[in-house]
C-alpha cells in the first residue's frame, strides 16, 4: 500500500501548547509529506492547530472525559462512515476514547505515550514509548513488549 492510499486518523485531546502537542503537529507535517490521507482530531481551541495544515480535514475532539459516551459514539459514527486505515493517537485520554470507539470495526491503533501514565493507555494495537525507560516501566506494569516499541 502506498502512503498516499492511507487513511489516517490522528488524535489528541489537548488545547494546551507544549511537547507533546509539538509532537503532534510534527508527526501530522510527516504524516503529510509522505501523502497520507490524515484527519486530524482535536478540540477546536487547540493553540497549536496554527500549525497545521489548513488543507487537512479536522474533526472537532473534545472528549469531556476518559469514557464520555458521547464523544466515543460520535467517534465511532465517524470511524464506521469513513473506515481509516490507521487511528494514532497521543495522550491517554485520546487513547481510551478511540479504543473505545473502534471495538469490533478492525481499525489498528497506534498510541504515542508521552507519560508513565499506564493505565489508560491499554487497549491500543502498539505503543511508541519515547524512551527504554518508560517501555521498562509499562512492562513492569504488565504490558506486553511485543506491543511496546
Known sequence: MDCKDLRIVHALCSDRRGG???AFVNLTHCLLALDANVSIWLPDKASYADGLSISTQRVRFEPRGYYDALSI????????AHRPDLIITHNSRATTVMRYARLGLGIPQLAFSHSYKHKRMKGATQTVML???MKTHFGAKGYDPSRLL
Not at 460520535?74 to 470511524?79: D, T, V
Open 20 to 22: 507533546l502537542e509539538q
Open 73 to 80: 459514539l460520535k467517534a465511532r459514527s465517524w470511524l464506521k
Open 131 to 133: 524512551t527504554e525507560h
